[in-house]
Nanobody
Framework: QVQLVESGGGLVQAGGSLRLSCAAS????????MAWFRQAPGKEREFVGG???????TYARSVEGRFTISRDNAKNTVFLQMNSLKPEDTATYYC??????????????????WGQGTQVTVSS
């Protein structure tokens, strides 16, 4: 059974940092593309960033330069380091496995096995 468990969310002041973790099981993590999405109340779930199984990463324009994705294949874990947080970053953050053979990071249908999410709240 595939499982993704996010952690590390919380309340932080604007300008602060948080590091989210996503622990994966039940699927070959080391050869899987992984992504982070977020969803604010009343809004669509949106792509934040992704990391290919072989290393390259890509980010949404809204977070580029502030957020960094990394992964530890030995621990089946992907991370999202968030710096210079803004109130508009407030959302529930989700990790997901990309479907085998998919290439479009932004399309939610290209993902399977979502986690339950972790809440990030940035106060002004």
């Amino acid at each position: 059974q595939v499982q993704l468990v996010e952690s590390g969310g919380g309340l932080v002041q604007a300008g602060g940092s948080l590091r989210l973790s996503c622990a994966a099981s039940g699927r070959t993590f080391s050869t899987s593309n992984m992504a982070w999405f977020r969803q604010a109340p009343g809004k669509e779930r949106e792509f934040v960033g992704g990391m290919s199984w072989n290393g390259p990463s890509t980010y949404a324009r809204s977070v580029e330069g502030r957020f960094t994705i990394s992964r530890d294949n030995a621990k089946n874990t992907v991370f999202l380091q968030m710096n210079s947080l803004k109130p508009e970053d407030t959302a529930t953050y989700y990790c997901a496995f990309m479907r085998r053979g998919a290439s479009d990071w932004y399309t939610k249908l290209n993902y399977v096995n979502w986690g339950q999410g972790t809440q990030v709240t940035v106060s002004s």
